[in-house]
């Protein structure tokens, strides 16, 4: 896809110069980043993703206490804390939000005195984050891995002001359309590893009261029953969204600038996902709906070349 709208970029920039138009034009290409995809990085370090079931608690007497949501996402810190709080029988691997690599291809057109107008495709991929790892005794219990991919294409119009003969500062504003989203991809198994915990606790001697409430078994209790099995979830979402940039150009040959900038791009839309796994779709739904923040911050550097 994104080949096809570099062709269609380069097919409108060489009509528009044939129009005979006199104000500079540019070829643009750059890299960049995107950190917290999707906005979750909240969800895969401390906030994790309630499930619609629950689980009772129990005090030492065996006294019922309430109850509590079952996690379809285990937070990274709660796995630390285990991993802490066992000395080691639970370990755990984690990697925080997810950052993304963002190639960009672009035409720009300078009009009038000072403005702009261009049109672009930003394609987004995760390159780091969102993977978590978890084991007990060495056996893998928890394993969830989330991807991301977003393809922007924003139509900006701006103002373009010269502070040096050769350097530019430039601000824009338009509209894009976005079309991506992100899924997650594992197993959550805490449930059998706290159902293993407390038979052995019990095993040991302790009453099952006891055992449920104990403190290692109580930071185990959450997991989705049944487990989640070899889940994979994905949510695809598309339509149109404002966006602005800032930045600045600068040249460095008789046709070629370098430029850096930000663009902000507020693509968001609830989306639809059907998990695969027994656990999931009972944990969760048969089909979920959940807000895609495919937009935010990319922070790009570059080349424009005049043509």
């Not at 370990?91 to 057109?109: Q, V, W």
Request: glycine share 14%.
């Amino acid at each position: 896809m994104v080949r096809n709208i570099t062709r269609a970029l380069l097919v409108f920039a060489v009509l528009c110069s044939s129009f005979g138009l006199s104000a500079k034009s540019y070829i643009t290409g750059g890299l960049g980043l995107q950190f917290d995809l999707g906005s979750l990085g909240d969800t895969i370090a401390t906030d994790g993703l309630d499930a619609s079931g629950s689980y009772a608690t129990t005090d030492s007497t065996g006294t019922q206490g309430g109850v509590l949501p079952r996690r379809a996402i285990i937070p990274e810190n709660r796995l630390l804390s285990l991993q802490h709080t066992t000395n080691g029988l639970i370990s755990a691997k984690t990697s925080g939000a997810m950052t993304g690599l963002t190639l960009s291809l672009g035409y720009e057109h300078d009009f009038g005195k000072a403005f702009f107008w261009r049109a672009n495709a930003h394609y987004t991929r995760k390159v780091a984050g969102g993977e978590t790892d978890a084991k007990f005794l060495g056996q893998n219990f928890y394993d969830i891995t989330w991807d991301y991919h977003a393809l922007q294409v924003p139509f900006n119009v701006g103002i373009k002001l010269s502070v040096t003969e050769d350097t530019s500062f430039y601000i824009g504003a338009g509209v894009h359309y976005f079309n991506g989203g992100w899924s997650l991809a594992g197993s959550n198994r805490l449930n059998d590893v706290h159902n293993a915990v407390v038979n052995a606790l019990v095993a040991g001697g302790q009453t099952l009261a006891e055992a449920k409430s104990s403190t290692i078994a109580g930071l185990l209790a959450d997991g989705t029953d049944p487990s989640a099995n070899y889940e994979k979830t994905t949510f695809q979402v598309s339509g149109f969204a404002p966006n602005w940039l800032i930045g600045a150009q600068s040249r460095i040959s008789d046709k070629g600038h370098i430029y850096m900038e930000v663009e902000t791009l507020f693509s968001f839309k609830y989306g639809i996902g059907h998990p695969r796994s027994q656990g999931g779709i009972e944990g969760l739904a048969p089909s979920v709906a959940y807000p895609q923040v495919l937009g935010g911050n990319q922070y790009r550097f570059g080349y424009k070349h005049e043509i």
